[in-house]
């Protein structure tokens, strides 16, 4: 009978707090998410050299042969495949906050919360605003080696733009790795099934090598992928060329995957037992 009600109790608790509580609450988050970063730097190692080793390897190994394919050499692969590297980190970091919320369950972290009188969305807020951090942390690095390598940034306004769409798309994304971290019993289970995600979607886009190439069945893959639209966009705002069609295909994936998963995510930790 008690462990009935109690997710019935939390949700009522939940509907009382007002919303300048709820923002109270989520901050308090926030900054109990960034100490504990702080305390455990190792947990930035991904965001930190996951951006320096793709950028690396696909301009020394694969980015002679693919620019000699675009007509451009070396140079050109790295004026095309950075800002799809951008839209690579936006979904790859995303995973981080579901084997995180998965760790936090298994821990006892989350028990604790779930018995304090927060709201249950703010705990969720606060897991998707620090791997913002983490995901912006990994872009900057990214654009640092990028300038290195001989990135060319054409546009200043474009590429804070490119960065803004991204973060966008990865917060929408985070939401379908928070519900996996409720669901899935631990951490590695999350992390498998976020590769057999995130490798398909990845690959199969238009962010290391154009898709005229591919097959046609893969194309059209390609053409409803929404990484090949934020990749495109980003090309488009960064260093010139058609944005509006991958624009307002990221944001309507975006929209459209936050309103499904969010409220999933929600009620799944709310009522988890």
Known sequence: MSTTTAPIADIEADARIPLRGHLRHTGALIRRNLLWIRQDPESMFDALLMPIVFTLLFVYVFGGSIGQALGGGQDGYVQYVIPGMIAMMSMTLSQGVGTGFSQDFNSGVMDRFRSLPIGRGSVLFAKISVEIVR??????????????????????????????????????????????????????????????????????????????????????????????????????????????????????????????????????FRTKS
């Open 135 to 268: 995901m912006l942390f990994a872009t900057t690095v990214l654009m640092i080696v990028s300038v290195l390598v001989g990135f060319d940034i054409e546009s200043w306004p474009g590429l804070f733009a490119a960065v803004g769409l991204s973060t966008v798309f990865a917060s929408s994304i985070m939401w379908v790795f928070l519900t996996l971290g409720v669901v899935l019993k631990n951490a590695q289970s999350v992390q498998a099934m976020g590769f057999l995600v995130l490798f398909p979607l990845q690959f199969g886009s238009s962010i290391f090598a154009p898709t005229a190439s591919m097959p046609g069945w893969l194309q059209a893959f390609t053409d409803y992928n929404p990484l090949s639209a934020l990749a495109d966009a980003a090309r488009g705002l960064m260093s010139g060329g058609p944005v509006a069609h991958g624009l307002w295909i990221t944001l309507a994936w975006s929209v459209g995957i936050t309103a499904l998963m969010a409220p999933i995510a929600i009620h799944k």
